[in-house]
């Protein structure tokens, strides 16, 4: 049976980049939803295979700015606990997974802006979701809040000096982390456009900081692509393949 994904966006930038050739790759095909420009959520879910949740400059109490954050959370909630089906959730995305679950999501103590240092936790080396993935890797951060309790029924997979919960697991099917390996040669460029990520890049990395990150994340884009692909290969196999 063929595969259609969900995407939800809520930012134009922050689409699922490098991810979109994996698709390609695998043959799935996708229908995505502009939550920021107003777009309504699906009420038959059923043609779908499996949702990715993406990144954004809102932070997930900001309810009364954003009333479509209320609404996937509900989404997410039923999607993950009623359907019991494939999700995948990046940075904003790993953040409402969390929350709709039962977790906490706090304004991080210390902002993660550049290139970071992931280590898997024990339940993360053991899980699936990182098989063949290095115990320790650099990944793209770019968040100044983060999961400060995780959901009940939930395993964390990896953490980072300042941030404890970097991935989160639903069995072998949910999942979520708050690091970025979708970039693309474009991702600094484009993400460094949006008020709030200018902001907090300057704040963390300077005002020149910049031109550094650049720098950095082309140097790291072929590791990066390499373990978007390991991981979201490995979320195919564990959670899709008997599922669809």
């Not at 969900?6 to 390609?24: A, N, S, T």
């Not at 964390?156 to 390996?181: E, K």
């Amino acid at each position: 049976m063929s595969k259609h994904f969900l995407v939800l966006q809520h930012i134009e930038i922050e689409h699922p980049g490098f991810f979109r050739d994996l698709m390609k790759q695998a043959n799935i095909t996708w229908d995505t939803i502009h939550l920021d420009k107003g777009q309504s959520l699906p009420t038959n879910v059923s043609d779908y295979s499996a949702v990715l949740s993406m990144g954004g400059p809102m932070d997930v109490w900001e309810k009364e700015s954003y009333s479509w954050i209320h609404d996937e959370e509900s989404f997410i909630r039923e999607w993950v606990l009623g359907y019991k089906k494939p999700f995948l959730g990046i940075c904003l995305g790993h953040q409402l997974l969390a929350t709709a679950l039962g977790g906490k999501v706090e304004k991080a103590k210390t902002a993660e802006v550049g290139i970071h240092s992931i280590s898997l936790t024990d339940d993360g080396r053991l899980h699936g979701f990182f098989k063949d993935c290095p115990r320790e890797f650099a990944c793209l951060q770019w968040h100044g809040a983060e999961v400060v309790v995780a959901p009940k029924r939930s395993k964390v997979l990896a953490s980072s000096r300042d941030c404890q919960i970097q991935s989160l697991a639903i069995g072998n099917y949910a999942f979520g982390f708050q690091f970025h390996l979708e970039i693309t040669p474009a991702t600094v460029d484009e993400w460094a456009e949006v008020e709030a990520y200018r902001i907090s890049l300057e704040s963390e990395l300077g005002r020149n900081g910049l031109k550094k990150f650049r720098e950095d994340a082309a140097i790291h884009l072929s590791y990066f692509n390499s373990l978007a692909k390991q991981v979201f290969n490995n979320w195919l196999k564990i959670s899709l393949l008997d599922s669809i």
